[in-house]
């Protein structure tokens, strides 16, 4: 598999596979992810208005997402900082690390993280996926007429095999299915695939894709998932469609949010009386 070492000239727009993109440097590129076809989805006004805000969950599974696929870049930007937070001695080496460019955690946190990851990487399959597998390289293509992206956090090319790994309250069957249909999960494998299909020439089916999803708390339990052909087919579907909105808006200029018209809303499923 051919990867580009060299980022893109201000301007240009080039396919291709590329390990040189920080992750913010690929955040920053105007080409559209996953992510942002989630808030086309609820509309392009959604899109064109977003803000980053990380939450203490996206805190933890970025964490995560470094010990597990990028050890050495944990070592290099997270650091212990033990001692009482109010006291003017904490605060100063607080200060003094992020000001580095540090992340500064609490002995629980890493413990926390140490746990998480090791759960993934000592599992068979974990273990499987991660050999020889090429880990946080952004993808760019163009597919019907749109410049999208997709920062996978690795590709076993041995196994044909995407891989995402999802931080959670509940890895359970049951669980999970609820996380996956509450943040589009589904697109984002159908998405990630056709994006790399679109690179590589291969048919988007050649390629799989693994959800590893990991427990947030004790025993930091960890499951392995692949979506069934209808919930993908599903996810292409909406992504096709997302993206057709985006570049109807992009056409337009016109970046509207929900209908300007008085609609008809009925009850939620859950709250109608059955009997």
């Not at 396919?15 to 989630?38: Q, R």
């Not at 392009?44 to 870049?73: D, I, N, R, S």
């Not at 309250?169 to 998405?191: I, L, T």
Request: charged share 25%.
């Amino acid at each position: 598999m051919d990867i580009i070492h060299e980022k893109m000239k201000p301007g240009a727009f080039s396919p291709g596979i590329y390990d040189c993109y920080t992750n913010a440097e690929y955040h920053a590129h105007e080409a559209v992810s996953k992510s942002g076809l989630d808030l086309i989805h609820k509309s392009p006004a959604h899109y064109k208005g977003a803000k980053h805000v990380e939450t203490p969950a996206m805190k933890l599974g970025t964490a995560v997402h470094a010990l597990v696929l990028e050890p050495a870049k944990f070592a290099a930007t997270y650091c212990l900082i033990d001692g009482d937070r109010r006291t003017k001695a904490v605060k100063d080496e607080v200060k003094a690390a992020e000001s580095a460019g540090k992340v500064v955690c609490t002995r629980e946190e890493l413990d926390q993280y140490a746990a998480m990851a090791e759960q993934v990487t000592r599992s068979k399959i974990g273990a499987a996926l991660l050999k020889d597998s090429i880990r946080e390289h952004s993808v760019f293509a163009e597919i019907d007429g749109v410049h999208v992206k997709c920062r996978p956090d690795g590709f076993n090319e041995r196994l044909g095999m995407l891989f995402d790994l999802k931080t959670t309250k509940d890895a359970s069957p049951q669980g999970f299915a609820q996380s996956v249909g509450r943040y589009r999960y589904y697109v984002q494998d159908a998405f990630y695939r056709h994006v790399l299909s679109a690179v590589t020439g291969a048919d988007a089916d050649d390629y799989s894709f693994v959800f590893i999803a990991v427990e947030s708390t004790p025993p930091y339990a960890v499951a392995f998932y692949q979506l069934d052909e209808m919930a993908t087919l599903q996810g292409w579907v909406e992504a096709r469609d997302d993206m057709r909105r985006y570049k109807d808006a992009q056409t337009s200029g016109k970046w509207c949010g929900y209908s300007p018209k008085i609609e008809s809303l009925s009850l939620p499923r859950w709250a109608v009386i059955t009997e």
